[in-house]
């Protein structure tokens, strides 16, 4: 698998449930960063996670980090239809770049 | 809340032609970056910038890729000669910080190259 893959490739949900994306990696990382995009716009910044945190809150969001397993995980609590885009993680390896995984499509139906 | 920004949000050049990418890097960051992201695909880091110099830079980067910060506040990507495969969204990234730091993306710029 290559840096930052994330899984599901495309998720379908009711709005109200709790929507959960995965995120592997291969190497080490000085911090994995998860990103929103809707169709065809910008990538959107929601959350940083440092290799020496295990868990972070923001909002709806919590993000979870398992340097052993070389993974992280995005819950999006109470989804919306807002919430319908791209999520991609992005890991930043120490040289000056963020490497991003192919992105999840997730999609709230109402 | 500041925010990167991207001009021209389209852009449609012909194949051989040379186009100017630009970018408003958040004022008090001092790394600045590139990806682009072909349709479909993954983001893909292009370069950085730190210092009025090319930090880091990826294989497709090559010799018809150039940036510059011609100024205190703008950041530009030119491409030389368009080719086909250069057909992409743009987007531009400053951090305030080298390590431990958020990159903030502005909206794109999307090229299509004929």
């Known amino acids: 698998s290559q840096q930052g893959e994330e899984d599901p490739q495309a998720l379908s949900i009711q709005e109200g449930e709790n929507a959960t994306m995965n995120c592997s990696y291969k190497?080490?990382?000085?911090?994995l960063q998860w990103y929103r995009q809707n169709s065809g716009r910008g990538l959107v910044h929601l959350i940083l996670?440092?290799?020496?945190?295990r868990e972070k809150h923001s909002g709806r969001l919590r993000v979870t980090l398992d340097t052993s397993k070389k993974s992280s995980s995005l819950l999006i609590t109470a989804s919306r239809a807002a919430d319908t885009a791209s999520y991609f993680c992005?890991?930043?390896?120490?040289?000056?770049?963020?490497?991003f995984g192919q992105g999840t499509r997730l999609t709230i139906n109402p | 809340e500041p925010e990167v920004t991207q001009t021209p949000s389209h852009q449609v050049t012909q194949m051989g032609q040379e186009v100017i990418l630009r970018c408003v890097p958040i004022?008090?960051?001092?790394?600045f970056y590139w990806y682009r992201q072909i349709l479909g695909q993954k983001v893909e880091f292009l370069v950085s910038?730190?210092?009025?110099?090319?930090?880091?830079k990826s294989e497709i980067f090559d010799d018809q890729f150039s940036v510059e910060r011609p100024d205190g506040s703008n950041f530009t990507l030119k491409i030389r000669s368009t080719k086909l495969e250069d057909s992409a969204m743009y987007f531009c990234?400053?951090?305030?910080?080298?390590?431990?730091?958020?990159?903030?993306f502005g909206p794109g710029t999307r090229l299509l190259v004929l």
């Open positions: 990234a400053s951090s305030e910080a080298l390590y431990q730091e958020t990159q903030y």
């Open positions: 190497t080490s990382i000085n911090n």
């Open positions: 996670i440092r290799s020496n945190e």
């Open positions: 992005a890991t930043d390896v120490g040289a000056q770049k963020l490497v």
């Open positions: 004022s008090n960051h001092l790394y």
């Open positions: 910038f730190y210092n009025n110099e090319i930090s880091e």
